[in-house]
């Protein structure tokens, strides 16, 4: 993976946002993090698949929902940036972890 692409796909809010939920939980349903993000599924979804075309993120369809997790391909670099940048920047995403952890506890899709 080069530097440039990897940083460049993290230039965004809505990315890194979701990036680092997936990293602080391990996975997240589309359908959590369009609750977390206070966002619609295409826009959502939109954001996942240009990680997921970055080789940052996989995806799992489980019936009709797709789960987001990171690349075990990943350089350890990024792994560490990434897991570096969500242990030192809680406050930047903490309201949408909140709202992520709120809507897996309700149980509203997947």
């Not at 890194?16 to 826009?43: F, G, N, R, W, Y």
Request: glycine share 0%.
């Amino acid at each position: 993976m080069d530097p440039c692409t990897f940083f460049k796909c993290l230039a965004d809010d809505t990315r890194l946002k979701s990036l680092l939920l997936i990293a602080k939980t391990d996975e997240a349903c589309v359908c959590d993090l369009m609750q977390a993000l206070e966002l619609d599924q295409p826009k959502t979804s939109r954001h996942l698949a240009q990680l997921r075309k970055c080789d940052i993120l996989i995806d799992e369809r489980r019936g009709k929902w797709v789960f987001y997790k990171l690349n075990p391909a990943l350089p350890q670099w990024a792994k560490d940036v990434i897991v570096k940048a969500a242990e030192n920047n809680s406050e930047y995403f903490r309201p949408a972890l909140q709202k992520l952890i709120k809507s897996r506890s309700s149980l509203s899709c997947c």
